[in-house]
Nanobody, 126 residues
Framework: QGQLVESGGGSAQAGGSLRLSCTAS????????MGWFRQYPGKEREGIAL????????VYDDSVKGRFTISQDNDKNTVYLQMNSLKPEDAATYYC???????????????????WGQGTQVSVSA
């Protein structure tokens, strides 16, 4: 059973940067989709940056395009989310997720993802 462990997150000022990491174990890092979801209190998780770890194809939510970048390091079984130009509305709980289903284009709905990290908090001050 796949396990995902997140690190990074914390606090930043608006306009600043943070980087999240997600390391997978007991998980085939050669195919499938991994990525990042965020959740506001009382709201459903929403996919914001996904990557097909087999071919590198990326999907971004419009709210983070041009500011956030997802990347992978296959040697470390790790996916990263570089968050630049942070805005107060980026403050949320961020979750790493993965699925071994090999879509041509990663889907963003959380119901399709089987493996989840524990979540990490991101705070952004104005």
């Amino acid at each position: 059973q796949g396990q995902l462990v997140e690190s990074g997150g914390g606090s930043a000022q608006a306009g600043g940067s943070l980087r999240l990491s997600c390391t997978a174990s007991k998980y085939d890092f050669n195919f499938g989709c991994m990525g990042w979801f965020r959740q506001y209190p009382g709201k459903e998780r929403e996919g914001i940056a996904l990557i097909n770890v087999g071919d590198g194809g990326q999907v971004y939510d419009d709210s983070v395009k041009g500011r956030f970048t997802i990347s992978q390091d296959n040697d470390k079984n790790t996916v990263y989310l570089q968050m630049n130009s942070l805005k107060p509305e980026d403050a949320a709980t961020y979750y790493c997720a993965g699925t071994q289903t090999n879509w041509a284009k990663c889907v963003t709905h959380p119901n399709w993802y089987l493996y989840w990290g524990q979540g990490t908090q991101v705070s952004v001050s104005a």
